[in-house]
């Protein structure tokens, strides 16, 4: 284990990646760690200090404290010229100067792949839960999906999976959830079927957050119900990856977010724990599905709000529009993946708004909705770009819009970029 201590830095998970790249485990550490928590992680072969240009986080200078350069540990300093670290950034470029401080210094073995990670973690999930059972809300999205798999290998039948439909997934989602963990991998499954009840709820809501909290809430409602049918679960397996553990664990993180599904089940309801993707970055977890077997197509499908396409059903949802989005966004993937453009773009959906427009089919009047698409990159999701789309792909997807779409006589782009517009349109 190579320990990168956090003072500030923007680069410390780009560091961790590239010596985990280099087939050597790495975590991120708060500034102010102890000696004596550093020693309880027995295998730490080398620290790292990196704060960027000035070490300073909320307006406050920090520094490591003075003990842990007392320890027998090799320490670089790769940010700061008058640390107080005997290595410090030398002239050499940035990825040599780590394998030498690695490999020659600390004396680290390249021993961090996939294959043994799974079998390591699944080792772990057989200790720790032995016989008993553990539930999972299976989305269909990479965390969940992975997570999934790595408990099926580990302990089968002791897995409880559930997966609500809440009517708001993308065309033929929740199939694809069936057939792969149900049909494919043998997974015990419960498949449930809310649409109705999470669309009634919905009905005349026209506040996006609001539709947020409705659809969260009835999440949490439906899994309570089914947990509660369940007997003689111990555990709750969770898809938390470590971007989710180091943007609330370290002292300099801007931000806390909140990323569990379940995490507002009542007291009554709690249970352990099961988190074996939680020291794994996003591609990470992407090439640990792969070597799991999982498709592709699971594994590296493009970010999906957890709210789905509740938020690209503008305003209040009705049924009619809801179609429209989830047909049209089909066609999109569709063409997107024939032109090679789903392995470029970083998230491409459609939106409906929620008024008409005039238009002409078969020589009449009619009064139609529009089709919004919109395709993106980004690297962070904090800011966006537009994809610059080529005309004759946009051509053919709109005109299968207008074609095989009902209730839809306009298709329009969106040339924004975020900011000051955001990816999603609610
Ligand atoms: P915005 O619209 O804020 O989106 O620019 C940034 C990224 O976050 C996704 N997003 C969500 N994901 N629940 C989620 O799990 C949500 O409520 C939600 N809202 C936006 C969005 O798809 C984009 O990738």
Redesign the pocket.
């Known amino acids: 284990l190579i320990v990168i201590l956090d003072l500030g830095s923007t680069n410390n998970t780009v560091i961790a990646r590239k010596i985990r790249e280099l087939g050597v485990y790495s975590e991120i550490h708060p500034h102010d760690i102890t000696a004596e928590e550093l020693k309880a992680f027995k295998n730490v072969k080398g620290i790292i200090l990196n704060g960027g240009e000035n070490r300073i986080v909320d307006g406050q200078a920090v520094e490591v404290r003075e003990e842990l350069y007392e320890m027998e540990i090799p320490m670089i300093s790769i940010d700061y010229p008058q640390s107080k670290c005997a290595r410090q950034l030398s002239g050499l470029p940035g990825q040599d100067v780590l394998k030498k401080f690695i490999f020659e210094d600390c004396g680290a073995e390249a021993n961090w792949n996939m294959k043994n990670f799974i079998e390591d973690q699944i080792e772990l999930i057989r200790q720790q839960v032995g016989d008993r059972k553990v539930l999972l809300a299976l989305s269909g999205g990479v965390d969940s999906s992975v997570v999934a798999a790595m408990l099926i290998k580990a302990i089968g039948q002791q897995l409880v999976c559930v997966h609500v439909n809440h009517g708001l997934m993308r065309k033929n989602e929740s199939e694809s959830v069936v057939k792969v963990f149900r049909d494919e991998l043998h997974a015990n499954l419960i498949y449930v079927d809310a649409c109705d009840r999470f669309l009634s709820k919905l009905e005349n809501v026209a506040d996006p957050e609001q539709k947020?909290k409705i659809i969260?809430g009835e999440f949490i409602r439906v899994f309570e119900e089914e947990a509660r049918k369940l007997k003689g679960i111990d555990f709750l397996g969770q898809g938390t990856i470590y971007p989710d553990i180091i943007e609330s664990g370290t002292k300099t993180a801007k931000m806390v977010k909140s990323?569990h599904n379940v995490g507002g089940l009542p007291e009554d309801l709690k249970f352990a724990l099961v988190e074996p993707l939680k020291q794994l970055f996003k591609d990470e977890v992407r090439a640990c599905g792969v070597e799991l077997g999982l498709p592709h197509d699971m594994v590296y499908r493009?970010?999906?709000?957890?709210?789905g396409l509740g938020?690209r059903c503008l305003g209040a949802i009705t049924r009619d529009r809801l179609e429209a989005v989830r047909e049209s966004d089909a066609i999109l993937r569709e063409e997107f993946a024939k032109a090679g453009l789903d392995k470029k773009v970083?998230?491409y959906?459609t939106v409906v708004p929620d008024f008409k427009s005039v238009g002409m089919k078969n020589n009449a009047r009619v009064f139609e909705y529009m089709v919004i698409i919109r395709a993106i990159n980004?690297i962070d999701?904090?800011t966006?770009s537009i994809e610059k789309v080529d005309w004759d792909i946009l051509e053919k997807i709109t005109e299968r819009i207008l074609a095989e779409v009902e209730n839809v006589n306009r298709v329009c782009y969106d040339m924004s970029p975020?900011p000051p517009?955001?990816?999603?349109?609610?």
């Open positions: 947020r969260g990323h493009q970010p999906f709000p957890g709210p938020v970083w998230q959906f980004t999701a904090m966006a975020k517009a955001t990816i999603e349109f609610e």
